[in-house]
Structure formats: C-alpha cells, structure tokens
C-alpha cells in the first residue's frame, strides 16, 4: 500500500495536467471546480470556472446573487439542478457557518448538492483530511488494481471500492493521491486500450498480471432510454412570443422554456400541441406549422421534440405545471436563463436574422 501510494504521488507530480483549480487552495473555487466537473469535460469547464468565479468570488456573492444570474453564468453546462444547489449551500454556508465552508465530511454532506464524492474531494484537496473519492475513474482504476471482478454496481462492491479508496487516502497528501487516482483514470488506466506499459503502478496491478484489464470493471448491461415524444411550440401574439418557466427543483427547474409538453401514447404531434397547449397555458392557437422534430437524450431518456411555430389570440394565459411566463421578442428568448434542449429548439424555431449575434 505504501509502496502504491509512493508511486502514485511521484508519477502525479511529474505529469499532472494544468487545470486552473489546481493552482489554488481556495476551498470555494475547488468546491466550484468540483460542481463543474460532474458530467462535464475540463476543457469546457476551464472558461466557466473563470467566468463564474469573476462574477461570484466568494460564497457570499454567490448566495446573495439573483438566481437568474447564477444560472445565467451556467448556460450551456447542462444539469442546472447544479448551479441551484450551489447557490443554496452557499446561503446556508453564509448563514450557518459565517460563509467558510465547513471541513469534514458529515457537514459538507447536509449541504445541498454535496455527496460522498464531493465532500470526500473538498475535504481532501482543499482541507488535507484523509478522506477518499469514488468516481468512476477511480472504480475502474481500483477494480483492476486489485482485481476486483463483480459488477460495480453492486452495493457491497461500491462499499468494497470506498474501503480500499479510503485505505489509499490514509497518508500524507491525500489530496494529491486523490487527484493522482483520478488522472491515472482519466489519461492511462482509460476505459479502453489502457496504457499499462506507462503506468506508476503496473508492477502490482492484478488485472495487469491476468491480461484482463480491459474487461475490467464488470457492469451489469444497463436499460436501454426510454424513448419518449413530446411538443413544443414558439407561440406569437402581435409579435412577441411566449416563454414559461420551469418550477424550481427537478431536472430544469427554474429555467424558462416554450410552452408544449408529452404526447401520449398514439397521440399525433399536431393534436397534441393543441392539448398540450390548452392544458399547460389554457391556449388556444389558431394556426400551428410544423417545423420538423429534434432528438435530445438524457440520462435515462430519449426524447423526439416536435416543434411548431403557432399564433393565438387568447389574452389571458392559465398556468398549470409552469412557475410564471412571459411575452417577449422571440430573439430575447435566448438572453433568459434556458436549458440546451431549448436552445437547439430555440434554433429551428427562431429565423437567423431574428436571433442575438453572440
Ligand atoms: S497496469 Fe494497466 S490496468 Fe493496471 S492500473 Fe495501470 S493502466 Fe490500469
């Protein structure tokens, strides 16, 4: 174990890749990088850690931000329901604990957004507490370390992985070995082809040993998406259109949108707009023209939108499942707060010459 641990930190410093968050041991711009990171690749991360931490430098600004800004400053990273916690830990760091965020682990886990990796990264790379980190990076990089052959998605496996990771973060630098786990994943011990000839800790690799490593870890074979359809439509009354927000929390909770919804099984797009429409807005359109469908895929979904550009005349609009709405140029669509399947909506249904030039 020492032996690892040795080889792991010296392999790390000679060829860890420049991230601007490692320049840094400023707990809230790691927690910020952090909260980036998931789902999300370092190169598109770098400008909007910078941006954001321009904007909101400390806890403080941010939990005292207009949430319209924070989510702002986060369009175009996917998975709001990130900046939103992030800004709701920032309140209660502010209130709770005089806006410095907390250092072990059990606190940094009541605070929203902040899980067992999270809370184990913070604690270690910003606090130095032996505290470890399980991403996948690190599950596959352990599950061939130490041969580790059942499927990860196992509960007792995962608490078998979060042993070992935590046995490894025990010692000086924990941080540092962390972060050494993650980027031998993330650059030699990839999912496919690993570099084994170049890896620090191939003379006590098991998978290695057993030539297996790229079969390792073992998943169960997942679900296929569900496929789902759904409508939505750029609705024009005297030249403005309109746009309705999301309630907060879910998926896009908070964020503005165009008005339409899912089609039910069997359902043609066209009457289902109208439905749809009638239901979510109490609109009634008069005219509807399809503009053709876009595929958007989350985590456990696949989804075909149907978009139509529609006009109405009704005055008074009756939200249901939407937190409020309102009638704006169809180019200021894009200048409020939107999710990525909006903006690909956004672009089949706004003429180019009507939209900002950014
Ligand atoms: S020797 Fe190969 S399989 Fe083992 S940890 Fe290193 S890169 Fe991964």
Redesign the pocket.
């Known amino acids: 174990m020492k032996l690892v641990r040795k080889r792991l930190l010296d392999w790390y410093r000679a060829n860890k890749r420049a991230m601007p968050w490692r320049e840094t041991r400023d707990p809230y711009a790691i927690w910020i990088s952090e909260a980036m990171l998931q789902q999300t690749r370092v190169e598109t991360v770098i400008p909007y850690w910078q941006r954001f931490l321009s904007r909101f430098p400390d806890v403080h600004a941010l939990a005292t931000a207009d949430l319209d800004d924070v989510l702002g400053a986060w369009a175009g990273l996917g998975y709001y329901s990130r900046a939103r916690n992030l800004q709701a830990a920032a309140r209660l760091i502010d209130e709770r604990h005089g806006g410095r965020i907390p250092d072990d682990i059990d606190t940094l886990q009541t605070l929203p957004g902040i899980g067992r990796y999270t809370a184990g990264a913070l604690a270690s790379i910003a606090f130095d507490r032996p505290e470890p980190v399980l991403d996948g990076n690190v599950k596959r990089?352990l599950a061939?370390?130490l041969g580790i052959r059942e499927d990860i998605g196992q509960p007792e496996v995962v608490e078998r992985l979060w042993k070992e990771a935590g046995a490894l973060a025990h010692g000086p630098d924990p941080g540092d070995l962390n972060q050494a786990l993650m980027e031998?994943g993330a650059t030699?011990?990839t999912p496919r082809s690993?570099?084994?000839d170049d890896?620090p800790?191939?003379r006590g690799?098991d998978?290695?040993a057993v030539g297996d490593?790229e079969s390792l870890p073992l998943k169960a074979r997942k679900k296929p998406a569900r496929r789902v359809e759904a409508v939505a439509a750029l609705v024009i009354r005297r030249g403005k259109a309109l746009a309705v927000r999301r309630p907060s929390g879910g998926l896009l909770g908070g964020l503005w949108d165009l008005p339409g919804g899912p089609l039910a099984t069997g359902e043609a797009p066209r009457a289902g707009l109208r439905r749809a429409l009638l239901e979510c807005a109490g609109l009634e359109i008069s005219r509807a023209s399809a503009v053709g469908s876009i595929e958007h895929v989350f985590t456990h979904r696949r989804l075909t939108l149907h978009l139509y550009r529609a006009s109405t005349s009704t005055d008074r609009i009756r939200l249901d499942g939407f937190a409020g709405h309102k009638w704006v140029a169809p180019r200021a669509i894009y200048e409020l707060p939107h999710a990525s399947l909006t903006a690909k909506a956004l672009e089949r249904l706004v003429p180019s010459g009507s939209r900002p030039s950014n």
């Open positions: 990089v061939r370390l031998l030699i011990c690993p570099r084994c890896c800790v191939s690799c998978a290695r490593a």
